[in-house]
């Protein structure tokens, strides 16, 4: 796993939303460097997340749905890219083939599994409040 180009724009959308009641996309856009394309979206996968909502209309735009104290980055994260695992073998949906093959485990593989335990703890370490709210006061 790599945290993807569109996982760091996601996180950008999100910043340009803290404190704010509602913006367009060409404000998220301005703000933060993406076009709009990929702006609309990132906001589709983070309204289905539940993180942001969307409003139609004249005075329409986005605004986050969470409040940031409760929203981390391994959410936002996860929005995007709902498989987080650093190795394939780790997705929940691949059998390690390795991985206790002739009744001998992957020692490999446990450990793989206690790093990306510990790099989800960290992306849920500290609320997107933490990280940007000093930002907007």
Not at 47 to 57: D, E, L, P, S, T
Not at 91 to 106: K, S, V
């Amino acid at each position: 796993m790599f945290i993807t180009r569109e996982s760091d724009y996601a996180m950008r959308v999100v910043r340009a939303l803290i404190g704010e009641t509602r913006l367009s996309v060409s404000d998220i856009c301005e703000r933060e460097a993406i076009t709009a394309p990929f702006a609309y979206k990132i906001l589709k996968k983070l309204q289905n997340a539940g993180i942001v909502k969307g409003y139609r209309g004249v005075h329409g735009g986005y605004a986050l749905k969470k409040d940031p104290a409760e929203l981390t980055l391994y959410d936002i994260y996860t929005a995007i890219d709902s498989d987080m695992s650093i190795i394939e073998c780790l997705n929940g949906r691949c059998e390690c083939t390795r991985n206790g093959q002739d009744g001998i485990p992957c020692y490999a593989h446990d450990e793989l599994k206690d790093i990306q335990n510990e790099l989800w703890a960290m992306l849920r370490r500290k609320s997107m409040e933490d990280l940007f709210g000093k930002d907007k006061q």
